[in-house]
């Protein structure tokens, strides 16, 4: 039994993923990958995620990623390979977070204890994290920790992130969501992607959304408005339940004590990010 207060866990990382997540919709990364030869957007999304990885081919993305469509990776995919190595892309992913954080919370930010606490805090909950079918979260912690704190504090945070990814897919297959459907079921929770963001960056189609729709209403999960039922509402929050317990390793090593304190440090953080513009204000659905 957790010695942790009911959903601690999930609320510590709700306010770090989003300091990794960001760097997705920063201009820097397209920038950077730009530089060496990856100028399409999917393709620089696709290589600076599945980079740890190695130079894996569009399977292996389609699976770990979960929710994009094959024939979109595939088009992408092996070929940025081709372009920039996985080295070259980790590289310049590293140096896109760096301008990114700069830029979002400021120089003092950086340069705070507070921030360095926040560093040591997130690698200590992440020294807690397990590899054992943990693909992209095993892939990330083979990689070297940055030394400078912000750096460090988004690796952290990109460890953390994709532990519970890797964990929250396996509650989906569980649960009986394909792709579209986990997506379509999330965005009517009201913290998913809008459909419009969604179309246009996981290669689907209005009609695969459609489609998706009917099956989730057919199973008594989606009225006919697209919200949730009181079942599609369990099933969400069960999902949700599923993903802590999978996902409780780092919060326990860090302990109740340090899983507060990472809280509220990486809440100001968020918070300095989010106030800089960190994510388009018509993001959510």
């Known amino acids: 039994m957790s010695t942790l207060p009911p959903r601690a866990g999930r609320r510590c990382h709700n306010v770090i993923n989003p300091i990794h997540s960001s760097l997705y919709f920063s201009p820097d990364l397209g920038k950077e990958l730009g530089a060496i030869g990856v100028t399409d957007s999917p393709a620089a999304y696709f290589a600076s995620r599945a980079a740890a990885m190695g130079a ?11 929710n994009f469509n094959h024939e979109l990776v595939s088009a992408h995919v092996p070929a940025v390979w081709d372009t920039a190595s996985p080295e070259t892309v980790l590289a310049a992913r590293l140096r896109a977070a760096d301008s990114t954080l700069r830029r979002l919370l400021g120089e003092e930010t950086i340069a705070s204890p507070e921030l360095a606490e926040a560093a040591q805090l997130a690698l200590r909950a992440a020294a807690g994290c397990t590899r054992h079918a943990r693909p992209l979260y095993a892939a990330h912690a083979d990689l070297p920790v940055p030394e400078q704190p912000h750096l460090a504090y988004w690796h952290a945070a990109t460890l953390l992130r994709e532990h519970r ?51 989730l209403r057919a199973r008594g999960l989606l009225t006919a408005e697209g919200e949730l039922t009181e079942a599609g509402t369990a099933l969400r929050t069960g999902l949700e339940e599923t993903t802590d317990r999978m996902d409780l390793a780092p919060y326990e090593h860090l302990g109740g004590a340090g899983v507060a304190r990472l809280t509220e440090l990486g809440s100001g953080i968020l918070d300095k990010a989010m106030a800089a513009g960190a994510f388009p204000a018509d993001l959510r659905g």
């Open 56 to 66: 894996v081919g569009p399977g292996t993305v389609t699976a770990t990623f979960y």
């Open 165 to 215: 990814g890797d964990a929250h897919l396996a509650a989906l297959l569980a649960a009986g969501l394909d792709p579209v459907e986990a997506l379509v079921s999330h965005t009517a929770t009201g913290k998913g992607m809008a459909p419009r963001w969604v179309l246009a960056t996981r290669g689907w189609h209005r009609s695969d959304w459609e489609d998706a729709s009917a099956r």
